[in-house]
């Protein structure tokens, strides 16, 4: 089964400031797929951002990018220019194309710091 | 757009009594899913749906039944409450004609359940 661990259970910034948010993955698939989720505390799953296993470009979204290691199962999210907005909790996910499943991590608390 | 519609919001049960989570959408989804958090964890897959008549266990379906009679409607039906089922539960849908990568997975507001 696959695992997604996410190591930082909360973490702050600076608003204008940039973070990096952390994940790496257990699999022995070939075929799968990664996401980024934001929870606001109205618990809305909001998508910021997904990765293709087989594409080598890091997937990049307005203020969010990742950095997709995929030898070292890694998958961190870069949001730059932090905006008070941003403050939520953070989930990565990981998509089987072969189960049809999704896995998420278990949540990084970002706060964002006037 | 209604999207994904969960109700109720909230809901508090009593040790062994039952309840439906409903859950529709309203985009022709044929994929179909009912996921738990509990504080402070990810989502945790419960049951999936591929289309109507068609239900299959996630990674903790104990406690848990499904059916899918229509393509809108997805219920989630707790029997016996326990007090480990409380959480929050989130139903999502997505298209599921075309590669995961180009769909988006549609969330509901989420239903916050506590059995005392």
């Known amino acids: 089964a696959q695992t997604v661990t996410q190591s930082q259970p909360e973490m702050s910034v600076q608003e204008a400031e940039t973070v990096t948010l952390s994940c790496t993955y257990d699999?022995?698939?070939?075929?799968?797929?990664l996401f980024w989720y934001k929870q606001p505390p109205s618990r809305q799953m909001i998508l910021v951002i997904r990765q293709e296993a087989y594409k080598q470009q890091n997937a990049t979204e307005n203020r969010f990018s990742v950095n997709f290691q995929k030898a070292a199962k890694s998958f961190s999210l870069k949001i730059s220019d932090s905006q008070l907005g941003d403050a939520a909790m953070y989930f990565c996910?990981?998509?089987?194309?072969?189960?049809?499943?999704?896995?998420f991590g278990s949540g990084t608390q970002l706060t964002v710091l006037p | 757009n209604a999207g994904v519609t969960q109700t109720p919001k909230f809901r508090i049960l009593k040790i062994g009594q039952s309840m439906t989570l409903q859950c529709a959408q309203d985009?022709?989804?044929?994929?179909m899913y009912w996921y738990r958090q509990d504080p402070g964890m990810g989502l945790k897959l419960i049951y999936y749906s591929v289309g109507a008549g068609i239900t299959d266990k996630g990674e903790v379906p104990n406690g848990y039944n499904v059916s899918r009679s229509t393509t809108e409607d997805f219920p989630l039906r707790l029997e016996l409450a326990a007090p480990s089922q409380t959480s929050v539960y989130f139903c999502?849908?997505?298209?599921?004609?075309?590669?995961?990568?180009?769909?988006?997975?549609?969330f509901g507001s989420g239903t916050q359940l506590s059995v005392l």
């Open positions: 996910a990981y998509y089987s194309g072969s189960a049809r499943q999704l896995t």
């Open positions: 999502a849908s997505r298209s599921g004609t075309g590669p995961a990568t180009n769909e988006k997975l549609f």
């Open positions: 985009m022709n989804h044929n994929y």
């Open positions: 699999t022995s698939e070939s075929d799968y797929y």
